[in-house]
């Protein structure tokens, strides 16, 4: 059951992971394209946690962590571009 | 899966390859930067494929080796100075040269 | 284990971090801590020096943990030739610097030993990653260097150089990743005894590795067709760096020697690398001598002089026997150290032109024109091969070192070289000495004083020249120890010697 | 003691998450994230200079369990509003009126607006009198920015009084 | 020894003139005179001893392993050269003193004179190949800073050069012949080698060996084809002539016949060709002399000649022919010294060289023109001279030469030939410039004899010719036989030092040749008209001096051609190589392993697909660029995925911060670059670029696919078992980079220490336009701070730090580690940067940088240099269990110093790049212009 | 059996929900109610997954395993600040005068 579940979420993921990429791909804005990429990293996070609970390793929480916080600053820097051009004034 | 890491390394190597190969600055930084994560997945890959095995002296039986995985880590972060250092490289050629042309065309004979 | 063989690379370190803590307190404090640097350094490399003479191969086992597993130094006789290199090259040119160059920028003092630290590492180093980070830092501290002082062209051609340089090191690490890949070892002397034992299977992955890493090295060394960043680089940045850039293409000359000598062998399952050598040489030494004919300007002509100079030394390593590396192994300071005097003495020509520059056209009459007419007569005739030089020398010995079939090439091509350098020089010379005109410009004339690194750099082919025999002693020594890796095997492995 | 633990709540919090961190809850590991709990706030203090003063931390609960429900309900509601027919969505800006003074209340006021059912904060207007919300899906204002400011902006209030 | 000295004595005394000038002139030329009497002196003690039967040499090692030792031997050959030497440069150094004007700088010519008779004595005194190719090459190099004396004259420029690269090509000819004669003989001791002639001779080298080294003399003795530098180097000074062109420099070329005489000649080979040249030398030479209307011209010409006879009479390879040779050299230094010295003092009385207005001299010179009479007349080959001597002797040996069988009759003919255009010149010399009329429009009128001390040295040379021409066995004999002896190795044939032999073919030979020299002299008119006429052969400097310009239009050519500056085609030869050198070993064998393959799975197939799609839209975005760094974005998350995929969850923990630090440095500097819809490269360029990428991006393919499918066996079991034991962590891969490869580690802070270094340096003063509006004209926002996330930044901040103490903490036993979380530390610091700004932020706190960094590089190194405290090498690791109560027991490895000395580092270094590069905007700049 | 249970729930309620919001990121017409999707249902869809791992660690290994929630609080702090930024960024590229995209 377990099994079946994480199959079925890993899918939903890579989905999701596929969408978001078509949003970066198609835009049309670049705001449209921030969101994706930050939706992206979001969905990576949930696809690490999947992987530790598939391969029972905790080992990847760090990663998924760092990427929270990562694609946080990623967005703002980007944001902040488009706002001010300069990101750090 | 060799064959999709062998042609990931080639897809990314090849495109690094181009925009390096373009005639602006901000291209040729685009492009080391992504030949740079190519070639850092490519020595990863010398220590092959494993899954679910990281390696920790604390898992038991075969893990991934943990060799390339140093010489990776050492690898970005040397990459990453040196990407820093050439885009700031190009950011002075900029403000020096008034131009981010780097095909030679407006040198003098 | 002897703990002298880390100072070459920790004395510098420290200084530069010294320096760096000093930046705010002024460039005084600093020229002391280089310069004392610099003679620690130089002591400490003799030291070394007499050490590997004895054909002892010193190891040193970081951190303690034995080869292959840990990172290990191996001083032979060729690393110990390079230090003292680099230490003699350093002193005068750091000297140099200080009369001006230095304070171009807040950092010189801290780039510049750092930079020592990457050459002296990449000399010392047994483990093929090891090297990889080495050049980095060496690279690393090369391009501030280059463009230390700033200004258009420098930055124009240190992107050039940077650009180009990173490619290589991905290169660099492609090779590495494939060697790791097929052999699983990174020290030096493991992979060579890998690769002797490799399986047919296996070869095409390590011929592709192997020429990868010549073409990386290549690039360094500035071999045709990879040397197109050189000149304009060289003639670009500042006197006292070209003068130490003089070194520069020899740590890719000396990692081609080290790597094919000891991994891929000639005679090993794959000898293409090897094999390739030769002819490159010879290409890039024709290719580089028409440049330097064909150069308008005094700063480019030398940088292509130093292109002709690494095509010399790959021909006689190209020989693959003692004699012809040993020729090259005696042709390796001397080229240095006098494209470094040349560059120096041409900062002082340079200024003494004032608008006219290193354009090789005619500029006022020189200050001191006997004085400095001499010492670029010295380092011409040193460059072009005219005895008694130790480039004549040195050409010598190199011609002497080719067998048959092969001894025409390098004899035609080699002794063609030299008579275009004696055109190409006397042209220069003339143009810069006889053809002048007007008065010598204002300005404190050049003192003795501030020549003095120029001069001790220029005479140091004399001293070659005398000391011929026992340097060529040595440097058979070096070739042989070069031509049968066994005992660098077994030194590094802690093996038996059968 | 101010000086020494200037954040005495917030280092508790910071013990907290170095517990969650670690995953443990043993001596040595609360020995040290006390440690960095109160080591920390020292040096990072000096970038947060314009601190809240928090009151009333049982509101603050409350407001925090209603927090997490209505995201759960909002993230029912934009399913539903996701997976439906896009043609029938009534998008709109709206702007909300602000009685918070505090800035780093207003902030957690954007926050719970833009995590709760079917708005997004877009902007704190320059004078921090207003802040535009943009609502997927919206029959009327009114009700709705009523119930904003019953919600989440009064609870707000109280805990954050200055 | 004191044969070294004799080489050592001139090129030592060579720095006592330009030391001395200061003292005045004619203290200078005391001290030249007084180094060149000593060094004739002891050349003439030495010459005793020879010729006592005991000839001085010495022997010492010096390049010993190739065979090259600083041997000299003073035997017979080098006994003249060594006497004529010093002997006429005696002779020059007294004239110069008069000749040269208030402005030149004497102590220059007097030092330069004495390195060239240093040189030239060595080329004689050498018992070593390659020693007298060092001397060879000393002559040609100290002869061009002698013929360039005049420097501020282009023809004097232009001589020397040629001379230089004529005989500097001669010498690189000759090093080849000389090494291949070494390789034959086993040795380059030339004593040894004289005595191998018959093995060289046989030796299938020989003919390539005899080649090179005639063209060596060839060059050297301006021999046809090579004779054309000679005339161009009368641009010098004219005692500079006189010494190089009568005794010395050009001489070295038939000294060297002479001296290899026993191992080269003796063949067919040798006779036709050295003898063919000499013969077509002495002829071609004679018949231009009589052309010249230049005085030293014509005794250029006359030199050529000269030469040339000397050459053919080595050529005819008999030992006769060899003693004739070898008095000619004596002769022709004599008479031809002085003749230089004549029209030297002509030149300096007249102010002019040219002979069409030069006339009647004799009357205003008469005792310089008796001597040059004398001079001329010895060179003419007038009875009583000494020139009449050796060409008597040439003239009997031409009747004996039987290699040319029928046609043995061209020989004296051509002599004769030769005999008579000499005489005409030589009468030409005297009767057109002392007689003929009067002077037309002299620069100096009315001319005066010279100096008294002027005429002295042309005295005692004319004195010589007389002497020498009447009693010769007395005078020379001695030498000469000596001199010959050594040349042909072997005991000479009876011969006669007389001037009468009686009535015979040879004088009637020189009875022709004077008879028919004043005829064609007579004639002369009709021939110069004639000779204008005549289809001229093309002129050698010129065409030489053509081939030179092409042939640098040829090397700027392939300069500019080689190297625009550009990078693109730099790094496309590059990346050319590279594309080459990995797929031609790939493309032929089997390249697939015969390890199995791992099943792909769905999520992995998608995501690799994804980061390839990502990896190309970089590419199609470059020109959008804010887009391409979202596609690098996406690329570097997938790759941070990949390695976590396959069981890396440190290097995706470093991918992961590295890649955003590198987005915000590209965000960035992307405000200041410029947006230029600019035409694309050239197609062509675009389909190089297609290539070269996918060649690139192929081979590392097929490596890494080759490399995938093919087992590996790693040191890393080592690593492994010894990570908990040995190193204290369990995280095998920290403990690899802090301790069993820490020292890489320290290399790389090191090198991120000197990238930030520089980065800092490069942003100095750095002025860039910083845009008023975003590339589609929009003003930027209003507001600097957004209120939201410079609130949330204050609450992150602390989080932030708690997890990087924790990845720092954790990261010697699970993911983690100083790097990463310096990474962490610093981007959290650059958020405050971000949401407050760089000038409230460094309100808070101003971090110092430089320093941060500094220590902790130098903390990193400490902790590995504490190992050396106790004889442990370096970075050698430490750790241990420690106990304490609550807190149970934990462990302390020297391993996390090191650690943190990374971690400091990693801080200061985005802290000091990201912090001054977002400062670059705070600057007052003056718009710069941009292409 | 019943954790596994609880486990699987949550995973899929997890994936469904990251799924849903990316669905809304791609489907919705405009970028302020593609904004929408991602900040609220991509982030349940996280928690619920990491849920289904703090479910599944602290049955493994017998203790309670709650750093997964750290992430959680994480993405809580911030998506909404990034939300906020991207639409503030938006608004500011649709504000007066500007042409709307950059394509
Ligand atoms: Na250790
Ligand atoms: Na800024």
Redesign the interface.
């Given at each position: 059951m377990l099994t079946t579940a994480i199959t079925v979420a890993f899918f939903c993921i890579a989905a999701a992971l596929t969408l978001n990429f078509w949003r970066l791909f198609a835009g049309p804005t670049l705001p449209d394209r921030i969101l994706a990429l930050d939706t992206m990293a979001i969905n990576t996070i949930a696809l690490l946690i999947l992987l530790g609970i598939h391969q029972n390793l905790t080992e990847y929480f760090e990663a998924a962590l760092l990427i929270a916080m990562m694609g946080f600053i990623g967005t703002v820097a980007l944001c902040k571009y488009l706002l001010r051009g300069d990101i750090i004034e | 899966?060799?064959?999709?890491?062998?042609?990931?390394?080639?897809?990314?190597?090849?495109?690094?390859?181009?925009?390096?190969?373009?005639?602006r600055?901000?291209?040729?930084?685009?492009g080391?930067?992504?030949?740079?994560?190519?070639?850092?997945?490519?020595?990863?890959?010398?220590?092959?494929?494993?899954?679910?095995?990281?390696?920790?002296?604390?898992n038991i039986g075969a893990?991934?080796?943990?060799?390339?995985?140093?010489?990776?880590?050492?690898?970005?972060?040397?990459?990453?100075?040196?990407?820093?250092?050439?885009?700031?490289?190009?950011?002075?050629?900029?403000?020096?040269?008034?131009?981010?042309?780097?095909?030679?065309?407006?040198?003098k004979? | 284990m002897n703990h002298l063989i880390m100072i070459p690379l920790l004395l510098p370190l420290a200084a530069g971090m010294t320096n760096l803590l000093l930046v705010r307190k002024g460039i005084g404090p600093q020229r002391l801590v280089s310069v004392l640097t610099a003679c620690g350094l130089l002591a400490a490399t003799l030291l070394l020096l007499v050490r590997a003479e004895t054909g002892h191969i010193d190891t040193y086992e970081l951190g303690n943990w034995p080869a292959p597993f840990g990172i290990i130094l191996v001083l032979d006789r060729l690393s110990a030739l390079m230090l003292v290199l680099t230490a003699f090259l350093t002193l005068p040119v750091l000297l140099h610097a200080c009369s001006g160059d230095d304070k171009l920028g807040r950092d010189f003092h801290v780039i510049f030993p750092l930079q020592i630290m990457g050459l002296n590492g990449a000399f010392l180093t047994g483990d093929l990653f090891n090297l990889f980070v080495f050049f980095e830092i060496l690279l690393i501290a090369s391009y501030c260097l280059a463009l230390h002082g700033l200004g258009p062209e420098r930055t124009r051609n240190a992107l050039r150089y940077v650009v180009l340089n990173l490619i290589g090191s991905s290169l660099f690490l492609i090779a590495l990743g494939t060697l790791y890949g097929v052999c699983g070892t990174l020290n030096m002397a493991d992979l060579a005894l890998k690769v002797a034992g490799s399986t047919p299977d296996q070869a095409p992955l390590l011929r592709a590795a192997g020429l990868l890493l010549l073409a990386v090295f290549g690039l360094k060394a500035a071999i045709l067709p990879l040397f197109l960043w050189l000149p304009g680089l060289y003639a670009a940045v500042l006197p006292s760096v070209a003068a130490l850039f003089a070194i520069m293409t020899k740590v890719g000359v000396y990692a081609i020697l080290r790597t094919q000598s000891l991994i891929f062998t000639n005679h090993g399952p794959v000898p293409e690398a090897a094999g390739l050598l030769f002819p490159v040489a010879l290409a890039t030494l024709a290719a580089g001598s028409l440049c330097v004919l064909g150069s308008r300007r005094l700063r480019v002509l030398l940088a292509w002089l130093v292109i002709v100079s690494v095509g010399t030394l790959l021909a006689g390593i190209g020989l693959w026997n003692v004699a012809g590396i040993s020729a090259s192994l005696y042709y390796l300071p001397h080229s240095t150290l006098v494209t470094a005097g040349l560059f120096l003495l041409a900062d002082h020509l340079v200024r003494q032109r004032g608008p006219a520059g290193d354009v090789l056209e005619p500029g006022p009459t020189m200050s001191r024109p006997n004085l400095l007419g001499s010492l670029f007569l010295l380092g011409a005739m040193a460059i072009a091969g005219l005895p008694p030089l130790s480039g004549f020398i040195g050409k010598l010995l190199l011609l002497n070192a080719a067998q048959a079939p092969i001894a025409a090439w390098l004899w035609l091509v080699v002794l063609g070289g030299s008579l275009i350098g004696i055109i190409a020089l006397g042209r220069c010379g003339s143009v810069l000495f006889w053809k002048t005109q007007g008065d010598p410009l204002s300005g404190p004339p050049v003192s003795w004083l501030r020549l003095a690194p120029a001069a001790t750099l220029l005479l140091t082919a004399v001293a070659l020249s005398v000391m011929a025999g026992p340097v060529t002693t040595y440097t058979d020594a070096a070739a042989e120890q070069l031509l049968a890796p066994d005992s660098y095997i077994n030194a590094v492995l802690g093996r038996e010697t059968p | 003691m101010k000086r020494w633990l200037p954040q005495p709540m917030f280092s508790l919090f910071l013990l907290l998450i170095w517990l969650l961190l670690v995953n443990s809850a043993a001596p040595g590991q609360i020995v040290l994230g006390a440690l960095l709990a109160v080591t920390i706030p020292l040096f990072t203090i000096r970038f947060w200079p314009d601190q809240p003063c928090m009151r009333r931390p049982l509101t603050l609960i409350v407001y925090l369990a209603v927090f997490f429900w209505d995201i759960v309900v909002a993230n029912l509601t934009v399913a539903r509003l996701i997976l439906g027919p896009t043609r029938n969505l009534r998008p709109t800006f709206i702007r909300l009126p602000l009685d918070l003074k505090n800035d780093f209340a207003i902030t957690l006021l954007a926050h719970t607006i833009s995590l709760t059912p079917g708005t997004v904060s877009a902007q704190v207007a320059e004078d921090r009198r207003s802040l535009l919300i943009h609502v997927l899906d919206l029959d009327d204002e009114a009700p709705l920015v009523n119930r904003i400011k019953q919600r989440y902006e009064a609870p707000l209030k109280e805990i954050f009084p200055c | 020894m004191n044969v070294l000295l004799l080489v050592l004595l001139p090129l030592l005394g060579a720095m006592l003139p330009p030391l001395t000038i200061r003292f005045g002139r004619d203290v200078c030329t005391w001290a030249g005179m007084a180094v060149t009497a000593c060094t004739l002196m002891l050349a003439a003690v030495l010459f005793i001893q020879a010729l006592e039967g005991s000839p001085a040499s010495m022997h010492l090692p010096w390049l010993h392993g190739i065979g090259l030792d600083l041997s000299l031997r003073m035997d017979g050959l080098a006994a003249l050269f060594a006497l004529l030497v010093p002997g006429i440069g005696l002779l020059v150094i007294i004239y110069a003193r008069y000749y040269l004007s208030e402005k030149d700088p004497m102590g220059r010519l007097h030092g330069l004179l004495l390195v060239f008779m240093s040189s030239m004595l060595g080329v004689a005194l050498s018992d070593n190949l390659i020693l007298m190719l060092i001397f060879w090459e000393s002559t040609s190099l100290s002869s061009f800073l002698l013929i360039g004396f005049w420097q501020h004259r282009a023809d004097a420029r232009q001589g020397a050069r040629m001379a230089l690269i004529v005989t500097g090509a001669g010498g690189l000819a000759l090093l080849a012949g000389f090494l291949l004669l070494g390789q034959m003989a086993g040795t380059f001791r030339i004593s040894e080698i004289l005595a191998q002639g018959d093995h060289i001779r046989a030796h299938s080298l020989y003919v390539p060996t005899l080649m090179l080294i005639l063209i060596g003399a060839f060059t050297k003795s301006a021999q046809f084809p090579f004779h054309f530098w000679l005339p161009k180097a009368m641009a010098a000074p004219t005692p500079i002539s006189a010494y190089l062109h009568s005794a010395t420099m050009v001489k070295a070329g038939v000294f060297l016949l002479a001296r290899l005489y026993p191992v080269l000649s003796g063949t067919d080979l040798w006779f036709f060709t050295v003898s063919g040249v000499g013969l077509t030398t002495l002829l071609m030479g004679a018949y231009a002399a009589i052309f010249q209307h230049d005085l030293k011209g014509l005794l250029a010409y006359s030199t050529i000649s000269h030469l040339g006879l000397i050459v053919l009479l080595f050529g005819l390879d008999t030992p006769l022919a060899a003693v004739a040779g070898v008095f000619h050299i004596i002769n022709h230094a004599t008479f031809k010294a002085s003749l230089f010295m004549a029209a030297g003092i002509i030149d300096h009385e007249t102010g002019t060289r040219d002979m069409r207005r030069l006339n009647g001299l004799w009357k205003y010179m008469p005792h310089t023109a008796a001597l040059a009479m004398i001079a001329a007349a010895a060179m003419a080959g007038v009875p009583l001279l000494n020139g009449f001597l050796s060409k008597e002797m040439f003239f009997a040996e031409t009747l004996h030469v039987h290699l040319l069988g029928p046609a043995w009759m061209l020989l004296p003919a051509a002599a004769t030939l030769a005999g008579i255009f000499a005489v005409a010149y030589s009468a030409r010399f005297i009767h057109d410039v002392f007689f003929n009329g009067a002077p037309r429009d002299l620069p100096r009128f009315p001319p005066h004899e010279p100096p008294r001390f002027m005429k002295i040295p042309v005295e005692i040379l004319a004195g010589a010719c007389l002497l020498v021409g009447i009693l010769p066995a007395l005078t020379v004999g001695p030498l000469l036989d000596l001199a010959a002896t050594s040349v042909t190795g072997e005991t000479l044939p009876p011969y006669s030092l007389a001037i009468w032999h009686g009535f015979n073919t040879p004088l009637l030979m020189s009875l022709v040749a004077l008879g028919g020299g004043f005829a064609v002299y007579a004639m002369r008119r009709r021939l110069f008209a004639l000779h204008e006429r005549l289809p001229l052969a093309p002129d050698a400097a010129a065409l030489f001096n053509a081939a030179e310009e092409a042939l640098i239009r040829c090397a700027r050519a392939f300069l500019h051609g080689l190297d625009n500056g550009s990078l693109q085609r730099s790094a496309a030869l590059l990346l050319g190589v590279a594309a080459l050198v990995m797929i031609l070993p790939l493309a032929g064998p089997a390249i697939t392993g015969p390890l199995p393959l791992t099943p792909i799975d769905g999520p992995s197939l998608m995501g690799a697909l994804l980061l390839m799609a990502a990896g190309l839209l970089t590419v199609l975005w470059h020109e959008h660029r804010l887009s391409a760094i979202m596609a690098l974005s996406v690329v570097g998350l997938l790759v941070a995925l990949v390695f976590v995929r396959f069981s890396a969850p440190d290097l995706a923990l470093t991918q992961l911060s590295v890649e955003v630090v590198t987005i915000m440095l590209l965000l960035l500097a992307l405000f200041f670059i410029p947006r230029r819809h600019k035409p694309r490269s050239r197609p062509s360029g675009r389909f190089r670029d297609i290539v070269l990428s996918t060649g690139i991006g192929a081979g590392c393919g097929l490596l890494a696919w080759g490399m995938l499918t093919r087992p590996l066996d790693s040191i890393s079991t080592f690593f492994m078992e010894q990570s908990i034991p040995g190193g204290g962590g369990a995280n095998v891969v920290n403990v690899i980079l802090v301790d069993f490869r820490g020292f890489d580690t320290l290399g790389e802070v090191t090198v991120l220490a000197v990238a930030a270094v520089g980065v800092f340096a490069m942003l100095d003063n750095l002025r860039l336009p910083i845009p008023a509006h975003d590339q589609d004209g929009r003003p930027w926002a209003a507001e600097p701070h957004p209120l939201i996330l410079s609130q949330m930044t204050r609450f992150l901040l602390p989080l932030a730090l708690l997890v990087s103490g924790f990845l720092f903490l954790r990261g010697h036993n699970a993911p983690g580690g100083g790097f990463i979380a310096g990474l962490v530390t610093a981007v959290a610091l650059i958020l405050q940067y971000m949401a407050n700004g760089t000038a409230w932020t460094q309100r808070q706190w101003r971090l110092p940088f430089h320093p941060l960094i500094a220590v902790g590089v130098l903390v990193a190194a400490a902790t590995g240099a504490a190992s050396l405290l106790v004889s442990h090498p370096f970075l050698t690791s430490t750790f241990g269990h420690v106990s304490l109560p609550i807190v149970g027991e934990f462990e302390l490895a020297s391993a996390m110093l090191f650690d943190l000395g990374v971690f400091l580092t990693v801080v200061g270094v985005i802290m000091l790049i990201l912090a001054n590069l977002g400062k670059l905007t705070r600057r007052k700049i003056r718009p710069a212009r941009i292409r | 059996m019943l954790s596994e249970a609880l486990i699987s729930l949550f995973l899929l309620i997890g994936g469904a929900f990251a799924l849903i919001g990316s669905i809304g990121l791609a489907r919705l017409p405009d970028l302020f109610t593609r904004l929408h999707g991602p900040t609220k249902a991509t982030t349940l869809g996280v928690g619920g997954i990491l849920i289904a791992s703090v479910l599944h660690f602290s049955g493994q290994e017998h203790a309670l395993s709650l750093h997964e929630l750290l992430i959680t609080l994480f993405l809580f702090a911030t998506a909404p600040v990034s939300a906020y930024l991207i639409a503030r960024s938006a608004l500011h590229l649709r504000g007066p005068g500007g042409p709307k995209d950059e394509s």
């Amino acid at each position: 059951m377990l099994t079946t579940a994480i199959t079925v979420a890993f899918f939903c993921i890579a989905a999701a992971l596929t969408l978001n990429f078509w949003r970066l791909f198609a835009g049309p804005t670049l705001p449209d394209r921030i969101l994706a990429l930050d939706t992206m990293a979001i969905n990576t996070i949930a696809l690490l946690i999947l992987l530790g609970i598939h391969q029972n390793l905790t080992e990847y929480f760090e990663a998924a962590l760092l990427i929270a916080m990562m694609g946080f600053i990623g967005t703002v820097a980007l944001c902040k571009y488009l706002l001010r051009g300069d990101i750090i004034e | 899966m060799e064959a999709l890491a062998a042609l990931i390394i080639a897809v990314l190597i090849g495109c690094g390859t181009y925009l390096t190969l373009c005639a602006r600055t901000f291209s040729v930084v685009l492009g080391l930067s992504l030949m740079s994560y190519a070639v850092n997945l490519f020595l990863f890959f010398s220590g092959r494929l494993v899954t679910g095995a990281p390696p920790l002296a604390t898992n038991i039986g075969a893990t991934a080796d943990p060799l390339p995985q140093a010489l990776g880590l050492t690898a970005i972060v040397i990459g990453f100075g040196m990407t820093a250092f050439v885009v700031i490289l190009a950011l002075r050629a900029l403000g020096e040269l008034g131009t981010d042309q780097v095909d030679g065309e407006d040198e003098k004979p | 284990m002897n703990h002298l063989i880390m100072i070459p690379l920790l004395l510098p370190l420290a200084a530069g971090m010294t320096n760096l803590l000093l930046v705010r307190k002024g460039i005084g404090p600093q020229r002391l801590v280089s310069v004392l640097t610099a003679c620690g350094l130089l002591a400490a490399t003799l030291l070394l020096l007499v050490r590997a003479e004895t054909g002892h191969i010193d190891t040193y086992e970081l951190g303690n943990w034995p080869a292959p597993f840990g990172i290990i130094l191996v001083l032979d006789r060729l690393s110990a030739l390079m230090l003292v290199l680099t230490a003699f090259l350093t002193l005068p040119v750091l000297l140099h610097a200080c009369s001006g160059d230095d304070k171009l920028g807040r950092d010189f003092h801290v780039i510049f030993p750092l930079q020592i630290m990457g050459l002296n590492g990449a000399f010392l180093t047994g483990d093929l990653f090891n090297l990889f980070v080495f050049f980095e830092i060496l690279l690393i501290a090369s391009y501030c260097l280059a463009l230390h002082g700033l200004g258009p062209e420098r930055t124009r051609n240190a992107l050039r150089y940077v650009v180009l340089n990173l490619i290589g090191s991905s290169l660099f690490l492609i090779a590495l990743g494939t060697l790791y890949g097929v052999c699983g070892t990174l020290n030096m002397a493991d992979l060579a005894l890998k690769v002797a034992g490799s399986t047919p299977d296996q070869a095409p992955l390590l011929r592709a590795a192997g020429l990868l890493l010549l073409a990386v090295f290549g690039l360094k060394a500035a071999i045709l067709p990879l040397f197109l960043w050189l000149p304009g680089l060289y003639a670009a940045v500042l006197p006292s760096v070209a003068a130490l850039f003089a070194i520069m293409t020899k740590v890719g000359v000396y990692a081609i020697l080290r790597t094919q000598s000891l991994i891929f062998t000639n005679h090993g399952p794959v000898p293409e690398a090897a094999g390739l050598l030769f002819p490159v040489a010879l290409a890039t030494l024709a290719a580089g001598s028409l440049c330097v004919l064909g150069s308008r300007r005094l700063r480019v002509l030398l940088a292509w002089l130093v292109i002709v100079s690494v095509g010399t030394l790959l021909a006689g390593i190209g020989l693959w026997n003692v004699a012809g590396i040993s020729a090259s192994l005696y042709y390796l300071p001397h080229s240095t150290l006098v494209t470094a005097g040349l560059f120096l003495l041409a900062d002082h020509l340079v200024r003494q032109r004032g608008p006219a520059g290193d354009v090789l056209e005619p500029g006022p009459t020189m200050s001191r024109p006997n004085l400095l007419g001499s010492l670029f007569l010295l380092g011409a005739m040193a460059i072009a091969g005219l005895p008694p030089l130790s480039g004549f020398i040195g050409k010598l010995l190199l011609l002497n070192a080719a067998q048959a079939p092969i001894a025409a090439w390098l004899w035609l091509v080699v002794l063609g070289g030299s008579l275009i350098g004696i055109i190409a020089l006397g042209r220069c010379g003339s143009v810069l000495f006889w053809k002048t005109q007007g008065d010598p410009l204002s300005g404190p004339p050049v003192s003795w004083l501030r020549l003095a690194p120029a001069a001790t750099l220029l005479l140091t082919a004399v001293a070659l020249s005398v000391m011929a025999g026992p340097v060529t002693t040595y440097t058979d020594a070096a070739a042989e120890q070069l031509l049968a890796p066994d005992s660098y095997i077994n030194a590094v492995l802690g093996r038996e010697t059968p | 003691m101010k000086r020494w633990l200037p954040q005495p709540m917030f280092s508790l919090f910071l013990l907290l998450i170095w517990l969650l961190l670690v995953n443990s809850a043993a001596p040595g590991q609360i020995v040290l994230g006390a440690l960095l709990a109160v080591t920390i706030p020292l040096f990072t203090i000096r970038f947060w200079p314009d601190q809240p003063c928090m009151r009333r931390p049982l509101t603050l609960i409350v407001y925090l369990a209603v927090f997490f429900w209505d995201i759960v309900v909002a993230n029912l509601t934009v399913a539903r509003l996701i997976l439906g027919p896009t043609r029938n969505l009534r998008p709109t800006f709206i702007r909300l009126p602000l009685d918070l003074k505090n800035d780093f209340a207003i902030t957690l006021l954007a926050h719970t607006i833009s995590l709760t059912p079917g708005t997004v904060s877009a902007q704190v207007a320059e004078d921090r009198r207003s802040l535009l919300i943009h609502v997927l899906d919206l029959d009327d204002e009114a009700p709705l920015v009523n119930r904003i400011k019953q919600r989440y902006e009064a609870p707000l209030k109280e805990i954050f009084p200055c | 020894m004191n044969v070294l000295l004799l080489v050592l004595l001139p090129l030592l005394g060579a720095m006592l003139p330009p030391l001395t000038i200061r003292f005045g002139r004619d203290v200078c030329t005391w001290a030249g005179m007084a180094v060149t009497a000593c060094t004739l002196m002891l050349a003439a003690v030495l010459f005793i001893q020879a010729l006592e039967g005991s000839p001085a040499s010495m022997h010492l090692p010096w390049l010993h392993g190739i065979g090259l030792d600083l041997s000299l031997r003073m035997d017979g050959l080098a006994a003249l050269f060594a006497l004529l030497v010093p002997g006429i440069g005696l002779l020059v150094i007294i004239y110069a003193r008069y000749y040269l004007s208030e402005k030149d700088p004497m102590g220059r010519l007097h030092g330069l004179l004495l390195v060239f008779m240093s040189s030239m004595l060595g080329v004689a005194l050498s018992d070593n190949l390659i020693l007298m190719l060092i001397f060879w090459e000393s002559t040609s190099l100290s002869s061009f800073l002698l013929i360039g004396f005049w420097q501020h004259r282009a023809d004097a420029r232009q001589g020397a050069r040629m001379a230089l690269i004529v005989t500097g090509a001669g010498g690189l000819a000759l090093l080849a012949g000389f090494l291949l004669l070494g390789q034959m003989a086993g040795t380059f001791r030339i004593s040894e080698i004289l005595a191998q002639g018959d093995h060289i001779r046989a030796h299938s080298l020989y003919v390539p060996t005899l080649m090179l080294i005639l063209i060596g003399a060839f060059t050297k003795s301006a021999q046809f084809p090579f004779h054309f530098w000679l005339p161009k180097a009368m641009a010098a000074p004219t005692p500079i002539s006189a010494y190089l062109h009568s005794a010395t420099m050009v001489k070295a070329g038939v000294f060297l016949l002479a001296r290899l005489y026993p191992v080269l000649s003796g063949t067919d080979l040798w006779f036709f060709t050295v003898s063919g040249v000499g013969l077509t030398t002495l002829l071609m030479g004679a018949y231009a002399a009589i052309f010249q209307h230049d005085l030293k011209g014509l005794l250029a010409y006359s030199t050529i000649s000269h030469l040339g006879l000397i050459v053919l009479l080595f050529g005819l390879d008999t030992p006769l022919a060899a003693v004739a040779g070898v008095f000619h050299i004596i002769n022709h230094a004599t008479f031809k010294a002085s003749l230089f010295m004549a029209a030297g003092i002509i030149d300096h009385e007249t102010g002019t060289r040219d002979m069409r207005r030069l006339n009647g001299l004799w009357k205003y010179m008469p005792h310089t023109a008796a001597l040059a009479m004398i001079a001329a007349a010895a060179m003419a080959g007038v009875p009583l001279l000494n020139g009449f001597l050796s060409k008597e002797m040439f003239f009997a040996e031409t009747l004996h030469v039987h290699l040319l069988g029928p046609a043995w009759m061209l020989l004296p003919a051509a002599a004769t030939l030769a005999g008579i255009f000499a005489v005409a010149y030589s009468a030409r010399f005297i009767h057109d410039v002392f007689f003929n009329g009067a002077p037309r429009d002299l620069p100096r009128f009315p001319p005066h004899e010279p100096p008294r001390f002027m005429k002295i040295p042309v005295e005692i040379l004319a004195g010589a010719c007389l002497l020498v021409g009447i009693l010769p066995a007395l005078t020379v004999g001695p030498l000469l036989d000596l001199a010959a002896t050594s040349v042909t190795g072997e005991t000479l044939p009876p011969y006669s030092l007389a001037i009468w032999h009686g009535f015979n073919t040879p004088l009637l030979m020189s009875l022709v040749a004077l008879g028919g020299g004043f005829a064609v002299y007579a004639m002369r008119r009709r021939l110069f008209a004639l000779h204008e006429r005549l289809p001229l052969a093309p002129d050698a400097a010129a065409l030489f001096n053509a081939a030179e310009e092409a042939l640098i239009r040829c090397a700027r050519a392939f300069l500019h051609g080689l190297d625009n500056g550009s990078l693109q085609r730099s790094a496309a030869l590059l990346l050319g190589v590279a594309a080459l050198v990995m797929i031609l070993p790939l493309a032929g064998p089997a390249i697939t392993g015969p390890l199995p393959l791992t099943p792909i799975d769905g999520p992995s197939l998608m995501g690799a697909l994804l980061l390839m799609a990502a990896g190309l839209l970089t590419v199609l975005w470059h020109e959008h660029r804010l887009s391409a760094i979202m596609a690098l974005s996406v690329v570097g998350l997938l790759v941070a995925l990949v390695f976590v995929r396959f069981s890396a969850p440190d290097l995706a923990l470093t991918q992961l911060s590295v890649e955003v630090v590198t987005i915000m440095l590209l965000l960035l500097a992307l405000f200041f670059i410029p947006r230029r819809h600019k035409p694309r490269s050239r197609p062509s360029g675009r389909f190089r670029d297609i290539v070269l990428s996918t060649g690139i991006g192929a081979g590392c393919g097929l490596l890494a696919w080759g490399m995938l499918t093919r087992p590996l066996d790693s040191i890393s079991t080592f690593f492994m078992e010894q990570s908990i034991p040995g190193g204290g962590g369990a995280n095998v891969v920290n403990v690899i980079l802090v301790d069993f490869r820490g020292f890489d580690t320290l290399g790389e802070v090191t090198v991120l220490a000197v990238a930030a270094v520089g980065v800092f340096a490069m942003l100095d003063n750095l002025r860039l336009p910083i845009p008023a509006h975003d590339q589609d004209g929009r003003p930027w926002a209003a507001e600097p701070h957004p209120l939201i996330l410079s609130q949330m930044t204050r609450f992150l901040l602390p989080l932030a730090l708690l997890v990087s103490g924790f990845l720092f903490l954790r990261g010697h036993n699970a993911p983690g580690g100083g790097f990463i979380a310096g990474l962490v530390t610093a981007v959290a610091l650059i958020l405050q940067y971000m949401a407050n700004g760089t000038a409230w932020t460094q309100r808070q706190w101003r971090l110092p940088f430089h320093p941060l960094i500094a220590v902790g590089v130098l903390v990193a190194a400490a902790t590995g240099a504490a190992s050396l405290l106790v004889s442990h090498p370096f970075l050698t690791s430490t750790f241990g269990h420690v106990s304490l109560p609550i807190v149970g027991e934990f462990e302390l490895a020297s391993a996390m110093l090191f650690d943190l000395g990374v971690f400091l580092t990693v801080v200061g270094v985005i802290m000091l790049i990201l912090a001054n590069l977002g400062k670059l905007t705070r600057r007052k700049i003056r718009p710069a212009r941009i292409r | 059996m019943l954790s596994e249970a609880l486990i699987s729930l949550f995973l899929l309620i997890g994936g469904a929900f990251a799924l849903i919001g990316s669905i809304g990121l791609a489907r919705l017409p405009d970028l302020f109610t593609r904004l929408h999707g991602p900040t609220k249902a991509t982030t349940l869809g996280v928690g619920g997954i990491l849920i289904a791992s703090v479910l599944h660690f602290s049955g493994q290994e017998h203790a309670l395993s709650l750093h997964e929630l750290l992430i959680t609080l994480f993405l809580f702090a911030t998506a909404p600040v990034s939300a906020y930024l991207i639409a503030r960024s938006a608004l500011h590229l649709r504000g007066p005068g500007g042409p709307k995209d950059e394509s």
